[in-house]
C-alpha cells in the first residue's frame, strides 16, 4: 500500500461547514488524499463537493450510518494511514507529515491522538490535558499510552483498524471512540498521545440533550460487552445515579437497558492487566 496519509471525513446535512473544512484539507502542503463519506445527507453534500473539489473522493451512502461511515472511508484510503477529520475540524500545516514519520518509525503502534485547539482562542479542548497526563506506562512508545481518543483529531494506521473491525456499527455517534480503543489494547495495538500533531476544532452546535442521551446508552453497552460484570453492573449503578438529576443521561440508560439483550452477544470481556489500566484512568 502506498506511503502518506489520507484523511477521511464523515459528514451528514452540514453542507457549508464541510466545504470549509475541505477548503483547509485540500490547501496542506501534504496534499493528502481526501475521502468524504456522505451518510445520506439531503442538503446538496454530495453534489456541492464534487463540484468544487473534483480532487476529493465521495462515497454516497445511502443510509446514515453514523460513525461506522469512517469504516468505509479507511476501507477505500489509497494509503496505509488514515487521519480522521470531522466536518468541523482540520489538520496543522505538516501535521500529518509528521503523523508519517513518527508511525512509519514505530510499526506496531496503531495511532496517534492529536493536540486539538480551538480555532480563534487558541484554546485546548481539556481532553488534551487527559491525554498529556495519563497514569499509564509508555515505556517505549513514541508518545503517553492513551486508552481514548476524539476521532476529529487522531491518525490510524489503517492494518491495525480494519483488523479489530473500525468503529462499532451499533453504537453510531458518541464514545465510539472509547470502543475502538479498547478493541486496539486487547488486539495489542496501543495508541499515543503527540502534542507536536495539531489539529482545529469548530464544535458544532448539535442538541446537547440528544447527545447525552446518546453517549449515557452507549456508555452502558461498552461497559457490558467489554468490562468484567463487577464493573458493568458498577457503571450501570453509578449511570442510574447521574440520571436523577439529568433526564437525558437517565434516557440514555433506558435505552441502553433495553437494548441489552442484542448487544451482549458482542459481549469479550478485557484481560485484567488491561481492566487495571481502564480503572487506572477512570474508564
Request: glycine fraction near 10%; charged fraction near 25%; charge should be positive.
Amino acid at each position: 500500500m502506498p506511503s502518506g496519509v489520507s484523511v477521511v471525513v464523515a459528514t451528514r446535512d452540514r453542507r457549508q461547514p464541510l466545504l470549509d473544512t475541505l477548503g483547509r484539507l485540500t490547501s496542506l502542503p501534504e496534499s493528502p488524499p481526501v475521502v468524504v463519506v456522505d451518510n445520506a445527507s439531503h442538503d446538496g453534500t454530495v453534489e456541492a463537493v464534487r463540484h468544487r473539489f473534483p480532487s476529493v473522493d465521495v462515497i454516497a451512502l445511502d443510509r446514515n450510518l453514523g460513525a461506522a461511515a469512517r469504516n468505509v472511508g479507511v476501507a477505500c484510503a489509497p494509503t496505509g494511514l488514515v487521519a480522521f477529520s470531522d466536518d468541523d475540524s482540520w489538520w496543522e500545516p505538516g501535521a500529518l507529515a509528521r503523523s508519517q514519520e513518527i508511525l512509519e518509525r514505530r510499526p506496531t503502534v496503531a495511532g496517534a491522538a492529536a493536540r486539538i485547539l480551538l480555532p480563534g482562542s487558541g484554546r485546548e479542548d481539556p481532553v488534551c490535558e487527559a491525554m498529556r497526563q495519563t497514569p499509564l506506562a509508555s515505556d517505549g512508545l513514541p508518545g503517553p499510552r492513551v486508552l481514548g481518543f476524539l476521532a476529529c483529531a487522531a491518525v490510524v494506521r489503517r492494518e491495525a483498524f480494519m483488523a479489530v473491525g473500525g468503529f462499532w456499527p451499533p453504537l453510531r455517534i458518541g464514545a465510539e471512540e472509547k470502543l475502538l480503543a479498547i478493541d486496539l489494547a486487547m488486539a495489542g495495538w496501543p495508541l499515543v498521545y503527540r502534542e507536536d500533531l495539531v489539529a482545529y476544532h469548530r464544535p458544532a452546535g448539535r442538541d446537547p440533550w440528544a447527545r447525552r442521551r446518546q453517549i449515557a446508552r452507549n456508555e452502558l453497552w461498552i461497559s457490558w460487552i467489554r468490562r468484567p460484570v463487577a464493573t458493568a453492573v458498577g457503571k450501570t449503578r453509578e449511570m442510574i445515579g447521574r440520571g436523577r438529576s439529568d433526564a437525558a443521561v437517565a434516557a440514555g440508560v433506558r435505552r441502553g437497558l433495553a437494548g441489552l439483550p442484542r448487544v451482549l452477544g458482542h459481549r469479550r470481556v478485557v484481560a485484567p492487566a488491561l481492566e487495571s489500566d481502564l480503572q487506572l484512568v477512570g474508564a
